[in-house]
């Protein structure tokens, strides 16, 4: 029996295009999501629409680093980075507002800019179906697709009011093209002492490179421009189980050994430490 097309997913078939074609609208048929010339895309009885063509990307979250974000974004412990954003983005755009969630996980932060936004509608990006089966049901206005933030975007020119970045990497050229010229990148990004009491513990953790900012600099400053910064620096208390999922639902996760994580080398708590960016296109 086909799938019906999830109601969020027809909010976006004006500025959906062909991954193969490019140019071409999408637009519903038997399940599915088709092209003119015949390109054909599958939508995932989960909600989600496949659009990755050719070779997979291989790097998106797995079953057990999703389940433990899930867990661990439900605890609030980031909720003020959730509320950064949000704040970021309404400040900048219409009630009304689109907005594209780039690396998007289960959607928590994009759930969280489209419930200060009352007629928004929003797209998440990822690689990882894992991801995208909680992300296609995080909020009722709320798309997901599965797409690799190093190809260009399925999406038409000027097609968003806001590109969302939170810990995700990141596609300049791109984030400029789909923008709209008075829309706002948002960029959310660890500080140095981001979770310092984790990586002191467990020194497999994947280290934050001093030269972040410097290289997010470089890299945004020939399409965009900084318009605020803010800074959101917490302390945040972990029980063990929640610490164990911390560690579990990031990419040190697949560098850090059983025995690193052990209960007793965790910390009871870290210090939450992001920088939060609204940037305008040039």
Same mark, same amino acid.
């Given at each position: ?60 979250? @797995? #079953? #057990?680093?999703?389940? #433990? ?56 990006? @990822? ?20 797409? @690799? ?126 920088? #939060? ?6």
């Amino acid at each position: 029996m086909p799938v019906s097309l999830p109601p969020a997913l027809e909010l976006f078939l004006d500025l959906l295009r062909c991954p193969t074609c490019r140019t071409r609208h999408l637009h519903p048929e038997r399940g599915a999501l088709r092209c003119p010339a015949g390109h054909t895309f599958d939508i995932a009885r989960h909600g989600y629409a496949g659009l990755l063509t050719g070779n997979r990307a291989t790097s998106g979250d @797995d #079953a #057990a680093m999703v389940q #433990a974000r899930e867990r661990f974004l439900s605890t609030g412990a980031y909720a003020p980075i959730r509320e950064v954003g949000a704040r970021l983005a309404a400040d900048a755009v219409s009630e009304r507002a689109t907005v594209v969630d780039v690396g998007c996980g289960t959607g928590y932060y994009l759930a969280g800019i489209l419930d200060k936004l009352p007629g928004g509608r929003g797209l998440g990006l @990822d690689t990882s179906v894992r991801a995208l089966r909680l992300a296609a049901r995080t909020h009722d206005r709320a798309a997901a697709a599965a797409w @690799d933030v190093f190809r260009p975007f399925p999406l038409a020119d000027g097609a968003a009011d806001v590109v969302l970045d939170v810990f995700a990497p990141r596609n300049p050229a791109e984030f400029h093209r789909v923008l709209r010229p008075t829309g706002r990148l948002i960029v959310v990004r660890p500080t140095g002492r981001h979770l310092s009491e984790l990586r002191g513990r467990l020194p497999a953790m994947i280290a934050i490179d001093p030269a972040k900012e410097q290289r997010l600099h470089l890299a945004l400053d020939p399409f965009f421009e900084a318009v605020v910064t803010e800074q959101e620096e917490y302390p945040a208390t972990l029980p063990k189980l929640d610490a164990l999922d911390l560690v579990a639902m990031t990419p040190s996760a697949r560098h850090v050994s059983r025995a690193d994580n052990d209960e007793g080398l965790l910390p009871d708590r870290v210090t939450v430490s992001v920088l #939060a960016t609204a940037y305008q296109p040039r």
